[in-house]
């Protein structure tokens, strides 16, 4: 189990009764979203310092760094297959972002507000954002097309 804070850190938890955790000093604003990828062997994180951090679990090592949106990053999550990450911010876009190169590879730009939380589908060829907004989008990311709002 992982857990995010106002204090900048990531907390790994033990399924202990003595409740043991390690903490990763992650980044430089609160944490607000952390998300492990299926595998269960990648941590990513999402913070108010404009950027995701993706972590391996095995050794709590950092692995890279994605940037690139202009406000805070409310909300990330890992594809299926953990090759890409989809993320919502305050600057009302949803980006996907390939973890092998780690950029961003397409930008979508419908949201009129904070996007506040984004999902994949399953079968990973789907991305869902909600927004300030209270729509909820839906994208083919293969054809990079708005299916739903």
Do not use: Y
């Amino acid at each position: 189990m992982a857990s995010g804070s106002e204090d900048c850190t990531v907390r790994l938890w033990k399924n202990s009764v003595e409740g043991k955790s390690f903490s990763l000093r992650a980044h430089t604003q609160p944490v607000r979203c952390v998300d492990f990828s299926s595998q269960g062997d990648l941590l990513l994180t999402a913070s108010d310092d404009k950027s995701m951090k993706v972590f391996r679990t095995a050794d709590k090592k950092f692995s890279c760094s994605l940037t690139g949106h202009a406000h805070w990053v409310e909300s990330a999550a890992f594809a299926p297959d953990a090759r890409l990450v989809v993320s919502g911010s305050h600057d009302k876009t949803v980006k996907l972002w390939d973890v092998a190169t780690a950029e961003a590879v397409h930008t979508f730009f419908e949201p009129s507000d904070v996007v506040s939380s984004v999902a994949f589908h399953p079968d990973g060829t789907c991305v869902a954002a909600g927004s300030a907004d209270k729509r909820i989008r839906i994208w083919d990311i293969r054809s990079k097309r708005l299916i739903q709002h």
